[in-house]
């Protein structure tokens, strides 16, 4: 129950990646930049994810990590809203969305400035200098849902560009980028994607944003002919000119693979089944569970991501136990527990065997034992 952080580990992954250690690097070596075709990977993995995120092929490519790919893309918008100086995000936003713009807007010496507000008072806090709204698009801990399209609108009245996290959004709820008229997104490869642990991230950015971004980590993976060596820096057409890097073979070739599962499928397919699993499970903790001072994290008039956290003061060792048990979720500081539905394998059987096992543990204090109250590094 924990897909929402490492999504599950694919058959096709397991075999590419077989195949590609064994053959493509293990026979082919340097050839295979050619032969097997990994000099096109980020854009090929991009085309993949677009469809899953409401995206056009060419608006999608695979880069770097997450917090690079935030530091890129706000700094791309804010050059393209030049003469404004906020970037606004959410008060609990994760962690790594806000250090990234402390570190933008330190790097920018006052010429950028972060200002973080209050969920409800987030569009009446954009104004005339606000360059840049980022926002997570599902919430980490509580999973509440911003309506995109609805948000977006309103930023665009202002005259402000809006960057979304998609990390515990893509490939568990139905999104429309294009749609809603977003300009830029970002989000991971191994939660929902289940492209592994530290999986590349992914960039969206609206063709009509193509022709005058310039983004700030100019590497020779984003250069027009990289092969040329030449001193001077000449971005690519399109998409591909948010690169930066080398693309890391292995964890792009797993999650090449491991998109293959969503093949043929209808995200709002998807999305039927994870607001089941979800509603069950809230049901079921309520029916069950109250009594042991349990309560669910409200998403207030929003709607829910894919995950539902449980607040409770003893959260860490009720998780712990949890874990012990068979059943993986994971803690968020400082009390809540966090559950992943992933509709790809998840079941409803899965659902009722989990808040049965939790009460159970209630039922018989199993997590009030000194085993589970240690903290480990990973929570």
């Not at 330190?106 to 980022?134: H, S, Y």
């Not at 971004?213 to 998409?239: N, R, Y």
């Not at 499970?281 to 956290?309: M, N, Q, W």
């Amino acid at each position: 129950m924990d897909g929402n952080s490492l999504g599950a580990l694919p058959i096709a992954a397991r075999e590419r990646l077989e195949h590609v250690v064994k053959a493509e690097w293990g026979k082919g070596l340097i050839k295979s930049w050619n032969d097997a075709g990994w000099i096109a990977l980020n854009e090929r993995v991009g085309a993949k994810i677009a469809p899953l995120v409401g995206a056009h092929p060419k608006e999608v490519v695979l880069a770097d990590s997450t917090s690079v790919n935030l530091f890129k893309t706000v700094a791309t918008a804010a050059v393209l809203n030049a003469g404004r100086k906020k970037i606004i995000s959410e008060a609990g936003n994760f962690p790594t969305d806000l250090y990234m713009m402390e570190g933008l807007t330190a790097f920018m010496k006052g010429d950028l400035e972060l200002k973080v507000t209050a969920r409800d008072d987030i569009l009446e806090a954009l104004d005339e200098d606000t360059a840049v709204l980022l926002l997570t698009h599902v919430h980490y801990v509580s999973g509440a849902m911003f309506d995109m399209a609805a948000v977006t609108k309103t930023a665009h009245e202002k005259g402000v560009l809006v960057v979304w996290d998609l990390s515990h959004s893509a490939g568990a709820v139905t999104l429309a980028l294009s749609e809603a008229g977003a300009d830029f997104a970002v989000g991971c490869g191994y939660k929902y994607l289940n492209g592994g642990p530290g999986a590349p991230a992914f960039i969206y950015a609206a063709e009509r944003h193509h022709g005058a971004m310039a983004q700030p980590l100019s590497g020779w993976f984003g250069h027009k002919c990289p092969f040329d060596f030449v001193d001077t820096f000449e971005p690519k057409d399109g998409i591909a000119r948010m690169t930066t890097g080398t693309t890391p073979v292995l964890a792009a070739s797993a999650l090449e693979s491991a998109l293959s599962v969503f093949d043929g499928l209808d995200m709002e397919t998807v999305r039927t089944k994870s607001v089941a699993l979800t509603d069950l499970f809230i049901a079921l903790c309520e029916k069950d569970l109250g009594a042991y001072g349990f309560t669910v994290v409200p998403c207030g008039d929003d709607a829910r991501g894919s995950h539902v956290s449980l607040m409770h003061d003893e959260g860490y060792a009720i998780m712990a136990a949890l874990i012990d048990h068979g059943v993986i979720g994971d803690f968020r500081a400082p009390n809540n527990l966090r559950f992943g539905f992933t509709p790809l394998y998840m079941s409803f059987v899965d659902v009722w065997d989990a808040v049965e096992t939790l009460h159970r543990i209630m039922k018989k204090k199993i997590w009030d034992h000194a085993k589970y109250k240690e903290r480990n590094a990973v929570t």
